[in-house]
């Protein structure tokens, strides 16, 4: 069976103390692997149920060169039984997604990763000449290329799991993997874990362990695929890794009978994440500079927000684990007291709602929590979405990592939060149809264009008001009136259209100094609870010219 991560800790306990204190294994300054190019997606085949409820193979081409002035080792992993399996070469992980929606998510499983075998010594694709090791093979000369079709990167010789790969880094055990204990495991595993290779592939299927999407993920949207290869090096210096990661375009179609996969666009160095239109991007990691491998790794955060429709704006946040190895536990972001926080979700690489993160909105955070044994692993994505009526400003999220390690608890990634809170909604509406009022976008200073939003049934005349100041005043049911008169004065009667909206402007002056003003709408409906004669609006605190929280 494969080494999963609690066995992989287990198996490191020994020499775990001392990498608390310092895990570098830095090869230098120039000890640099970078991709140039990959291509070539092409499918191996099926299995399962008939179509769409099967599962397709994958896989693709890199090729990748050494513009460093070290070489890089290149030590194999061992190809046939009996043997011996060496853990420095590169690995390479890989990853699929596709835009449902406008949300983009990861459709491959957490797919095995390639073990490189032998290293060419082709013309550079870098500049410069190359220089061919001493011993062919085993080491990527300076200035030399090398390039894995998609036929080595599909060969199950040299596929292993993602979860006995340090991602950050990029050490993998010699002795005690996939490979040394075989599939199916020997019967007296951990006996022998002899750092010999056991396994043998024969008899796999067309898809097992190759990059594995379920059909169903293809209906709809089989053009609108991407795919992303990123290599990892032991030794490597975090600030030699941008040329690490590349995505491109690519499709597959369904021919009635089986799957053909075809490259397109242009493959751009960065994550896959750049392949999502609009998205802010950053990153972060759980030490104080993330430059050195006392750290553990980093994630990134890609973000929209849109709207505000109905007063409430949708967050879509997808979270890729780019590299670090101790995973996620949380997502948490700072909200305001006294917001509204609705269509909390969450999507993870599996189909099993049992593991999904929860979420939860207390003490000024939204939070999604693992709480089933499903962390963040690298190498994959994770949505995050919900909706509010807190504007999004610029702010912090927070990971917490899901297993003991070096670096700090908790990898904070600056980001797109919901942080501005431009009105607090006040409870209080009654009536049938409700009245509700809301924004629709931020008081600042200098916004003309600023208005209140009424929405009831068609046709219902709503008296609207507003005061300086806030009084409480119950009637009964539910219904609450906010708005102390004496303080204020109508601002007119509206009458909602065919369809039940109504919109107030309410100019902001580029002038305007902080204010807090309360409006409250009277409704003539035909079910008047307030003394027999009219409903009531939710009242709202806006806060005019403002920033931050309430």
Same mark, same amino acid.
């Given at each position: 069976?494969?080494?999963?991560?609690?066995?992989?800790?287990?198996?490191?306990?020994?020499?775990?103390?001392?990498?608390?204190? *310092?895990?570098?294994?830095?090869?230098?300054?120039?000890?640099?692997?970078?991709?140039?190019?990959?291509?070539?997606?092409?499918?191996?085949?099926?299995?399962?149920?008939?179509?769409?409820?099967?599962?397709?193979?994958?896989?693709?081409?890199?090729?990748?060169?050494?513009?460093? !002035?070290?070489?890089?080792?290149?030590?194999?992993?061992?190809?046939?039984?009996?043997?011996?399996?060496?853990?420095?070469?590169?690995?390479?992980?890989?990853?699929?997604?596709?835009?449902?929606?406008?949300?983009?998510?990861?459709?491959?499983?957490?797919?095995?990763?390639?073990?490189?075998?032998?290293?060419?010594?082709?013309?550079?694709?870098?500049?410069?000449?190359?220089?061919?090791?001493?011993?062919?093979?085993?080491?990527?000369?300076?200035?030399?290329?090398?390039?894995?079709?998609?036929?080595?990167?599909?060969?199950?010789?040299?596929?292993?799991?993602?979860?006995?790969?340090?991602?950050?880094?990029?050490?993998?055990?010699?002795?005690?993997?996939?490979?040394?204990?075989?599939?199916?495991?020997?019967?007296?595993?951990?006996?022998?874990?002899?750092?010999?290779?056991?396994?043998? !592939? !024969?008899?796999?299927?067309?898809?097992? &362990?190759?990059?594995?999407?379920?059909?169903?993920?293809?209906?709809?949207?089989?053009?609108?695929?991407?795919?992303?290869?990123?290599?990892?090096?032991?030794?490597?210096?975090?600030?030699?890794?941008?040329?690490?990661?590349?995505?491109?375009?690519?499709?597959?179609?369904?021919?009635?009978?089986?799957?053909?996969?075809?490259?397109?666009?242009?493959?751009?160095?960065?994550?896959?994440?750049?392949?999502?239109?609009?998205?802010?991007?950053?990153?972060?990691?759980?030490?104080? !500079?993330?430059?050195?491998?006392?750290?553990?790794?980093?994630?990134?955060?890609?973000?929209?927000?849109?709207?505000?429709?109905?007063?409430?704006?949708?967050?879509?946040?997808?979270?890729?684990?780019?590299?670090?190895?101790?995973?996620?536990?949380?997502?948490?972001?700072?909200?305001?007291?006294?917001?509204?926080?609705? &269509?909390?979700?969450?999507?993870?690489?599996?189909?099993?709602?049992?593991?999904?993160?929860?979420?939860?909105?207390?003490?000024?955070?939204?939070?999604?929590?693992?709480?089933?044994?499903?962390?963040?692993?690298?190498?994959?994505?994770? &949505?995050?979405?919900?909706?509010?009526?807190?504007?999004?400003?610029?702010?912090?999220?927070?990971?917490?990592?899901?297993?003991?390690?070096?670096?700090?608890?908790?990898?904070?990634?600056?980001?797109?939060?919901?942080?501005?809170?431009?009105?607090?909604?006040?409870?209080?509406?009654?009536?049938?149809?409700?009245?509700?009022?809301?924004?629709?976008?931020?008081?600042?200073?200098?916004?003309?264009?600023?208005?209140?939003?009424?929405?009831?049934?068609?046709?219902?005349?709503?008296?609207?008001?507003?005061?300086?100041?806030?009084?409480?005043?119950?009637?009964?049911?539910?219904?609450?009136?906010?708005?102390?008169?004496? *303080?204020?004065?109508?601002?007119?009667?509206?009458?909602?259209?065919?369809?039940?909206?109504?919109?107030?402007?309410?100019?902001?002056?580029?002038?305007?100094?902080?204010?807090?003003?309360?409006?409250?709408?009277?409704?003539?409906?035909?079910?008047?609870?307030?003394?027999?004669?009219?409903?009531?609006?939710?009242?709202?605190?806006?806060?005019?010219?403002?920033?931050?929280?309430?």
């Amino acid at each position: 069976m494969p080494m999963n991560r609690s066995t992989r800790l287990v198996l490191s306990a020994a020499v775990l103390g001392a990498s608390l204190l *310092a895990q570098s294994n830095e090869r230098g300054a120039n000890y640099d692997g970078a991709l140039t190019d990959i291509s070539s997606a092409r499918a191996w085949g099926r299995r399962g149920l008939a179509y769409p409820n099967g599962e397709v193979s994958i896989s693709f081409q890199n090729q990748l060169c050494n513009p460093g !002035t070290i070489p890089i080792e290149w030590r194999a992993p061992g190809g046939s039984v009996g043997s011996t399996i060496l853990s420095d070469h590169p690995k390479f992980g890989f990853l699929v997604a596709r835009e449902v929606g406008g949300r983009l998510v990861q459709i491959s499983d957490w797919s095995y990763c390639k073990h490189a075998f032998y290293a060419l010594a082709s013309p550079s694709t870098c500049t410069g000449t190359c220089v061919p090791p001493a011993v062919a093979g085993t080491q990527l000369g300076v200035k030399c290329s090398d390039i894995y079709s998609n036929s080595n990167n599909a060969s199950r010789t040299y596929l292993g799991p993602p979860a006995e790969i340090n991602p950050w880094l990029g050490s993998w055990p010699a002795t005690g993997n996939y490979f040394d204990v075989g599939d199916p495991a020997q019967s007296n595993f951990p006996q022998p874990a002899d750092g010999i290779r056991s396994l043998n !592939t !024969t008899g796999f299927d067309n898809v097992k &362990n190759r990059v594995t999407i379920r059909e169903q993920d293809l209906v709809g949207a089989t053009s609108q695929l991407f795919f992303q290869i990123h290599v990892i090096h032991e030794g490597e210096r975090v600030e030699n890794r941008a040329n690490n990661v590349m995505s491109r375009p690519f499709g597959l179609t369904w021919g009635g009978s089986s799957w053909t996969a075809s490259t397109s666009g242009t493959a751009t160095l960065g994550s896959i994440l750049t392949r999502w239109p609009g998205a802010t991007i950053t990153s972060g990691s759980n030490g104080g !500079t993330g430059t050195h491998f006392d750290d553990d790794g980093r994630f990134l955060v890609a973000v929209k927000v849109s709207g505000p429709v109905g007063g409430m704006w949708h967050y879509e946040y997808v979270v890729q684990n780019l590299d670090n190895d101790r995973g996620g536990a949380s997502f948490r972001l700072p909200i305001c007291d006294g917001a509204r926080v609705s &269509n909390l979700g969450f999507r993870d690489i599996d189909q099993n709602p049992l593991n999904d993160w929860l979420p939860t909105v207390a003490n000024g955070e939204i939070t999604f929590t693992d709480g089933a044994g499903n962390p963040h692993n690298w190498n994959t994505l994770y &949505n995050f979405w919900f909706d509010c009526d807190v504007a999004p400003t610029a702010g912090n999220a927070s990971i917490d990592q899901a297993r003991p390690g070096p670096g700090a608890l908790t990898v904070t990634v600056p980001t797109t939060v919901p942080g501005h809170q431009p009105a607090l909604w006040l409870a209080g509406a009654c009536g049938t149809p409700t009245t509700d009022l809301e924004v629709n976008g931020v008081p600042a200073a200098g916004n003309l264009a600023f208005a209140l939003e009424v929405q009831s049934g068609p046709n219902v005349p709503v008296l609207l008001f507003f005061s300086g100041a806030e009084v409480s005043v119950p009637f009964g049911g539910g219904c609450e009136w906010h708005l102390d008169l004496a *303080a204020g004065a109508p601002v007119g009667l509206l009458v909602t259209d065919g369809n039940g909206p109504a919109t107030v402007p309410i100019p902001v002056n580029a002038g305007q100094t902080p204010a807090d003003l309360w409006f409250q709408g009277a409704s003539f409906v035909p079910a008047p609870p307030v003394l027999g004669l009219v409903g009531l609006s939710n009242a709202l605190q806006v806060r005019f010219a403002s920033s931050g929280c309430n």
